[in-house]
């Protein structure tokens, strides 16, 4: 009888291991548990991560700007201190009319519905290719900012755009501006205060011309970028950039709406008692400029 009995260690054995093969995988407490905590740590890390990517954009942008002033010197250095005009001869002699932002050709064909956003991108740098700037950034994403996510929301002949800077009509542009226009960096007394790039949303798949203020109704006419959290970066004459964080609501609103492929020109609401209106007044200067009362 003896001989035929079990372990005692071996029945022990055997009863960890049916215990344990009863008990495998979660309970459903077990799982609601577990994924409460992973939900909690969704929480609490998506603001974060949300957070980085913003702070990511604002960083690659104030980069992207500074280069762009650093261009607009480079090539004054090289023509005889003139700014970057929106109008320019090149050195074959062969005239370009620099309908991108003021500073560079404009896509190479059309960009319309119909085409994909690869082929949009494509014209994109053709143009960026014929511009005067070319020849010191040769480097197509200098010209977007991370922010501006139009190149991914929007499609090609409805919003979508690329380039997400334009220059100041006061800075050589061409001529559609309530004052004369600088044409040489000397001209230029008080580069701090004089912004020569601004992020701009223009709902026409570029951004059609320069930036433009205007006096009679005090407003602009082109919508400003708001791709910083509902600001926009502007890059000044002296190598130093500013975020603008845009106050008044209407303001807001016309550049959200031109993000959004809507008509927005010529906002009428500023005048000396908007601060956005006096802010952008401020920097915005050119020959004769005065001070808002």
């Known amino acids: 009888m003896q001989q035929n009995s079990i372990p005692t260690r071996l029945l022990a054995a055997g009863t960890d291991r049916n215990d344990r093969s009863s008990h495998q995988g979660f309970t459903r407490v077990e799982l609601m548990a577990a994924v409460g905590a992973i939900g909690l740590l969704a929480a609490v890390a998506l603001p974060s991560l949300a957070n980085a ?34 109008d320019y001869t090149k050195p074959d002699g062969a005239r370009v009319t620099l309908n991108g932002g003021g500073y560079w050709a404009g896509p190479t064909g059309d960009i319309s519905a119909g085409i994909s956003r690869e082929q949009a991108l494509q014209r994109v740098q053709d143009g960026l290719r014929q511009g005067p700037l070319w020849s010191y950034i040769q480097a197509t994403e200098v010209f977007h900012c991370p922010g501006d996510e139009r190149v991914s929301l929007r499609k090609p002949g409805s919003g979508w755009a690329f380039d997400s800077y334009s220059k100041s009509e006061a800075m050589a542009g061409s001529g559609f501006n309530p004052g ?3 044409k040489r960096l000397a001209q230029v007394t008080d580069p701090k205060m004089s912004f020569v790039f601004c992020e701009e949303a223009d709902p026409r798949n570029y951004n059609l011309g320069a930036w433009v ?25 002296d190598g130093h950039t500013e975020l603008h964080r845009w106050r008044d609501p209407q303001t807001l609103q016309a550049a959200v709406n031109s993000t959004q492929g809507l008509f927005s020109f010529f906002w009428s609401g500023g005048g000396a008692q908007n601060p956005d209106f006096r802010w952008v007044w401020d920097r915005y200067q050119y020959p004769g400029w005065k001070a808002l009362p």
Not at 65 to 70: A, M, P
């Open 180 to 182: 004369p226009l600088y």
């Open 213 to 237: 203020l205007q006096t009679t109704p005090p407003g602009w006419v082109d919508g400003f970028g708001p791709f910083h959290e509902g600001g926009s970066m502007f890059a000044l004459l």
């Open 53 to 86: 990517h913003l702070k990511s954009a604002y960083a690659v942008c104030l980069g992207n700007q500074r280069q762009l002033i650093q261009s607009v010197h480079n090539f004054a250095q090289d023509n005889q201190d003139a700014i970057v005009p929106s």
